[in-house]
């Protein structure tokens, strides 16, 4: 895995070993930052369930102003914080080692709020919709922001009140889904 553009462009990402983390592909990745390029520039991005770091880190060489990552495993913790060494963005960067639900109540206490929150839980863990829910209710989205949802392509998702589809691109086993308010 590797940063595909921007000033840490080739810049190899340490990834955690098992199959607690499934990282996205380079293909995926790069449609994604494709479609999203003209909104990162000074964005405040939200990368939750980050796994290695990679979709965040990605946002900070292309220009992001600022990238919070949310993650609870320690193996990938451990790789955030070392890709961030890499590329030296960690200036740029907020990592929380808690649960994505913990991390949402502690940016509303904090006031935060993003133009892009990226968020790619496991498949199987059935979540997507509380955790859509959570964002709304603690307002974490930013005026004209709007959120990236990577799901397994037979996932279902219920949009709570409030959020709407914009956009959507769908891969074999993957999908892409772009919310923002309504």
């Not at 995926?28 to 405040?44: H, S």
């Amino acid at each position: 895995m590797r940063v595909i553009s921007g000033k840490c462009r080739g810049t190899h990402l340490v990834c955690p070993e098992g199959l607690e983390t499934r990282p996205t592909t380079d293909r995926i990745k790069e449609t994604l930052f494709n479609i999203i390029a003209f909104d990162l520039p000074g964005c405040r991005f939200l990368d939750l369930f980050s796994g290695s770091g990679g979709i965040g880190i990605e946002s900070l060489s292309r220009s992001a102003e600022k990238a919070v990552f949310v993650e609870k495993d320690k193996k990938a913790l451990a790789c955030i914080k070392q890709n961030l060494e890499r590329t030296r963005l960690g200036n740029k960067a907020i990592v929380y080692s808690c649960d994505v639900i913990e991390a949402l109540k502690n940016l509303k206490e904090q006031g935060e709020q993003f133009d892009i929150i990226f968020m790619d839980p496991p498949y199987a863990i059935g979540i997507i919709d509380q955790i859509l829910e959570k964002i709304v209710a603690c307002d974490l989205i930013a005026e004209n922001g709007y959120i990236i949802l990577e799901r397994g392509t037979n996932t279902l998702v219920t949009l709570p009140q409030h959020l709407v589809l914009w956009k959507e691109k769908t891969y074999k086993t993957t999908t892409l889904s772009f919310l923002r308010k309504e």
